[in-house]
């Protein structure tokens, strides 16, 4: 199948001047209906324009849902294991570009390299996982009650799939949403989070170059309910994936069960993380500083709450305090930064916002709490790691998402305290407990409300072949990941097929 040039937007960009990227719809480069555009800035620098893309309106999906429909009918008879092909190319190109997407990713969002190539690799990962599934994409063979009948059930396409992502994982999360429901046969239509649309653009652009048909994938860029809305509510979009903040789940979920789409949310979390008196402190510490400032803490499974038994409590404080603050923070272009900018300037206000809370609550700070403006972090959306304890469970900074490089550590008498001050909370996506006791971490992996629980890890490193997600309000019980997103882009058609040449009854027709 052709690819229908995703290789360079039509108006090229020079040293002085960004690239302008149009919509892709259809295969072919779109201005958008408002004649409006918005620049990509880079959060570490923000001098530094990074591109410009189109900000789009109803319109604009509604061209990108046609097209997507269009394609619908001609992708849906590819066979799946052809279409896993494709899928299989864009990997090995996403390989070959990783070094050059890591780079434009970490420009356009902040976080350093060797995380943002972890990025890339998630969708390689992705990739080489959903191309597996062309070939297999199981359903029950099973026996049917009645003599002489075949019976089974297989997997059917949607239809037009549209996805909303976030900016924290800008190619690893599109990677979760467009390759399993690819390789089931849908058609799709993205829009990226403003703040990262080129992440996206790079993904969508090997996808094209291995063969992916116009019209099969389809990218509208633009800001939230201006792109969003008209996709949750347009009837031709069967399936909504929302990947963002609770408060947006909520408008997502509700205004796509009015025309029944099928709609997988997956939205905030507060992380706990648990450290017993038994653990191996050096392993938590090390543990706890990756998952509380890897990302500048802008991960939905970031360890944003360390939960840790009396009598380590001290202890792990002075360390970790100690440990925290030589953190180097800095552009994620130097490959000695540990921890990049936040996103934007209303979410480093977020995070500084929590620190007043937290501190007007009555938290101890024992490190940070402020911006970084001197020198070269004037440009950028810089803050220190920043460390609070002695914090309440009942306070604010323990119950509430700050998505920003702030952890509350607070104290726990025992396991079962611990759980409790773990669970007490409106979030369930991951979890984690560092003990050496085999019996508290089985019973810890029974107890922790959250999709997911690690042992003697962070709350962060899933792995793409693995159910993704959470309970309470973090979603809305799909996973993405594994099988679990297979089953989220595929319906089931049940198949009967009567061989005995008479008219039999199911439930009727029983042996005397
Ligand atoms: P957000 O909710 O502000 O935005 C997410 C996406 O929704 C963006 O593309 C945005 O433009 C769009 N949007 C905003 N308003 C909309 C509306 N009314 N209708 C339709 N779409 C709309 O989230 P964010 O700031 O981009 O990302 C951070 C949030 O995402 C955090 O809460 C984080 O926990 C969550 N997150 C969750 C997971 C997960 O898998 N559970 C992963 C990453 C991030």
Not at 24 to 43: A, H, K, L, Q, Y
Not at 170 to 198: E, F
Not at 248 to 262: C, E, L, P, Y
Not at 334 to 349: C, F, H, K, Y
Request: one cysteine or more; charged letters at 25%.
């Amino acid at each position: 199948m052709a690819t229908d040039t995703l290789t360079a937007p039509t108006i090229m960009g020079t040293a002085s001047r960004p690239k302008v990227y149009k919509n892709f719809i259809d295969g072919e480069w779109v201005e958008s209906s408002t004649g409006e555009t918005f620049e990509d800035r880079n959060p570490a620098d923000t001098r530094d324009v990074v591109a410009i893309f189109q900000k789009s309106g109803k319109a604009d999906v509604d061209a990108a849902v046609d097209a997507a429909k269009r394609a619908f009918a001609k992708w849906r008879l590819v066979p799946a294991p052809r279409r896993a092909e494709m899928i299989y190319g864009a990997a090995e190109l996403l390989i070959e570009r990783k070094e050059e997407y890591a780079r434009d990713m970490t420009r356009e969002m902040g976080k350093v390299l060797k995380e943002t190539r972890g990025d890339v690799q998630e969708a390689i990962d992705s990739a080489y996982y959903n191309a597996g599934e062309g070939r297999r994409m199981f359903g029950p063979t099973t026996p049917s009650e009645l003599p002489n009948k075949f019976a089974m059930a297989v997997r059917t396409p949607i239809g037009v799939c549209g996805m909303i992502t976030p900016w924290n994982f800008p190619m690893a999360i599109p990677s979760w949403k467009l390759l399993p429901a690819l390789v089931c046969g849908n058609t799709c239509v993205i829009k990226p989070a403003q703040d990262t649309p080129l992440s996206t653009f790079n993904l969508v652009r090997s996808l094209a170059d291995a063969g992916v048909p116009r019209g099969v994938i389809n990218i509208v860029t633009g800001f939230g309910s201006a792109v969003g809305t008209p996709m949750t509510e347009h009837p031709d979009i069967r399936a909504i994936s929302l990947t963002g903040s609770t408060e947006v789940g909520r408008i997502v979920g509700t205004s796509a069960a009015k025309s029944f789409k099928h709609c997988s949310l997956e939205l905030g979390g507060k992380n706990p993380m648990i450290v017993l008196d038994d653990a191996n402190l050096d392993l938590a510490i090390e543990g706890g500083l990756w998952g509380g400032f890897g990302t500048t803490g802008q991960r939905c499974t970031a360890t944003s709450r360390i939960i840790v038994q009396k009598g380590v409590y001290g202890e792990f404080i002075e360390r970790y305090v100690e440990r925290a603050k030589r953190l180097k923070v800095g552009n994620g272009l130097d490959e000695s930064t540990d921890m990049g900018p936040a996103i934007n300037e209303s979410q480093l206000n977020t995070d500084l916002k929590y620190v007043e809370i937290a501190r007007s609550e009555g938290a101890k700070l024992k490190c940070g709490g402020n911006r970084l403006d001197k020198g070269d972090f004037q440009y950028g959306y810089f803050m220190e790691p920043t460390v609070f304890v002695d914090v309440d469970p009942k306070m604010r900074i323990a119950r509430e998402e700050v998505f920003g490089p702030v952890v509350a550590i607070m104290a726990c008498e025992n396991l079962e305290n611990a759980i409790e001050i773990a669970n007490d909370i409106e979030y369930g996506l991951s979890s984690s407990l560092y003990t050496r006791d085999v019996n508290k971490a089985f019973s810890a992996i029974r107890d922790l409300e959250a999709g997911i629980t690690y042992i003697n890890a962070p709350t962060i490193g899933a792995e793409v072949h693995l159910p993704f997600g959470g309970v309470k309000a973090t979603g809305n019980g799909h996973r993405e990941g594994g099988i679990g997103a297979i089953d989220f882009y595929s319906e089931w058609k049940s198949v009967y097929v009567d061989y005995s040449d008479r008219l039999q009854k199911a439930q009727i027709d029983r042996p005397e």
